[in-house]
């Protein structure tokens, strides 16, 4: 009964939303394999943090605490989860394709020698109870679906925003294992010297439901604030095609597409944006887009859900305020 | 300053990506192929690094098929000194442990300060063999710098990483392994003169055996994950063009829409 672990990764204390979401899709896999479902915490003070990955599933929780793991760092966070699946031989782990998710399994996986898919949107079992994996690739030109080679555990990333989170229960009492992790000063050769916060308490593009992006047709940086108070009343983010980024109008961060992010939300709204190849492949699989341009040639109102004719400077502003009154009710 | 580049010939971004009849590979005919665009990131900072310190070597390391030297003479046309290519089709094939374990095969035996490579290369979408390189190699490894400075000793180096909402500053020991991403730097494109220079520059075969390696050790022999079929996304239709006579009408009925129809806000 080897388990399927979810790797529960946590910032400033809370367990991140994409974990959630995998303990949903991975409660199935391990039902049909019989398997436990296991949450992996990780840091310094993460304890606190075991009720809630309980109260979404995980019938065991593992908590590797150690003072040197306070900050996030490839070498120490993969050593630490590294040993613990050499002891406790998981069959399958999973971790959320955030940033550090994705770093963190590509280590694992080259020091284990295991199979690892990155960014998956949906996972399943073959007849022999192994991972199976479908994903983009060419940020989402094509899809492939994946298999894993005889060894364990197959490893795999999982985009945010996919899965389906399952209610949580807050009666559900996990067992908790604590682990003291191992981590050696060779370990640690990389040092964190400071964290700058840019994006102040904003989330990032990939978790956002609502996004709403801006293009050339923005014509400016100084009218992003449009966009801005848009995402405000819908509680969305605000992104940016190439172009813009390019330009310098807005930081790279926000770049949606191809070079930049992949995104997956349930609303994107695209306003002055024509619809490069390029920016459909990183947010073509939003489960609703509505484009506003003038142009009704753009491309991108082949993949709208919902297209606006029109100037974005007068309709952005009506259906923020449209939008503030439904709010309002 | 020894510095060695990984870099990766794909599709250019502007391709439309179709699998073949079979769904069993990508049909690559008619595609144009350029650096990925992330490994150019690394490039260019190599060659920075190398200025800047006043000495060293720039040298290319590739994985991939005869074509993929059109993309290496670019690279040595960008300011590279010289390349090897691992150019032998049992290398094909492979997922990202695959590919790391063959580069890391062939750099084992050179010197170097750093490695540099992209975050991630645009066809695989992977993110990993920078990482699973320097597992094989036993480096410390970054992913994701938009920043890099060699403190004076050229012994530690110190980055900036970007993760989500904020940027990280690092202190990394050298040798070490570095993926580049967007930020990091601004491309140069090849000069009149380098593209006549780097045809000249020392570009070096590796085949299997050069790399003392097996059949089934790598390519698609030696991966531990396998594409079992390829398909298109589902196909989006254009959706309804939201009525009304005036910008504010419209905005009306796009909020009715998105509320009642769609129910997303």
Known sequence: MAGIWVYAEHKDGKVKKVTFEILGAAKKLAEKNGEPLCGVLIGSGVEAMVPVVGSYGADTV????????????????AKALCDLVQQERPSIVLFGASINGKDLSARVAGRLGVGLATDCTDIGLDD?????????????????DMVFADVTPQMASIRPNVMTTAAPNAARKPKVVKVTPTVKSEDLLVKVVEV?????????????????????????????????????????????SRSAVDAGWRPQSDQV??????????????????GAIQHLAGMGTSKVIVAI?????????????????DDLFKVVPAFTEECKKLKAD | ?????????????????????????????????????????????????????????VTIVTLGPERAGESIRTGLAMGADKAVHLDDPAFLGGDAYATAKALAKAIEGMTYDLILCGLRAIDDDSFQVGNI??????????????????????????????????IEVLEVPLPAVFGATKGLNEPRYPSLPGIMKA????????????????????????????????SLPPLRQAGKIVPGDTPEEKALNLAKLLREEAKVI
């Open chain 1, 62 to 77: 593992y908590c590797v605490e150690a003072d040197d793991l306070g900050a996030y760092t490839t070498g120490g966070f």
């Open chain 1, 128 to 144: 022999a109870g192994r991972l199976q994996v479908h994903r983009p690739m060419f940020s989402g030109k094509v899809y492939a």
């Open chain 1, 196 to 240: 700058i916060k840019t994006g102040g308490e904003k989330l990032d593009l990939t978790e956002a439901e609502i996004i709403v992006s801006g293009g050339r047709g923005m014509k400016g940086p100084e009218n992003y604030k449009i966009l801005e108070e848009l995402a405000d009343v819908l509680g969305g983010v605000v992104g940016a």
């Open chain 1, 257 to 274: 597409g191809q070079s930049g992010k992949v995104v997956t939300p349930n609303l994107y709204i695209a306003a002055g944006i024509s």
């Open chain 1, 293 to 309: 341009n003038k142009d009704p040639e753009a491309p991108i109102f082949k993949k709208a859900n919902y297209g606006v004719v």
């Open chain 2, 1 to 57: 300053m020894e510095i060695i580049c990984c870099l990766k010939q794909v599709p250019d971004t502007e391709a439309e990506i179709r699998p073949t009849a079979d769904n069993t590979s990508i049909n690559y005919e008619g595609i144009k192929f350029v650096i990925n665009v992330y490994d150019e990131y690394a490039l260019e900072e190599a060659l920075k690094i190398k200025e800047k310190a006043g000495e060293g070597t």
């Open chain 2, 133 to 166: 390189l320097a597992e094989f190699l036993d480096l410390p490894s970054v992913m994701g710098i938009v920043k890099f400075d060699l403190l004076a000793d050229k012994k530690k180096a110190t980055v900036h990483r970007q993760i989500e909402g904020g």
């Open chain 2, 199 to 230: 045809k000249k520059k020392e570009l070096k075969p590796i085949k299997l055996a050069d790399a003392g390696l097996s059949e089934g050790e790598v390519g698609k022999q030696g991966a531990l994950t396998t594409v079992s079929k390829f």
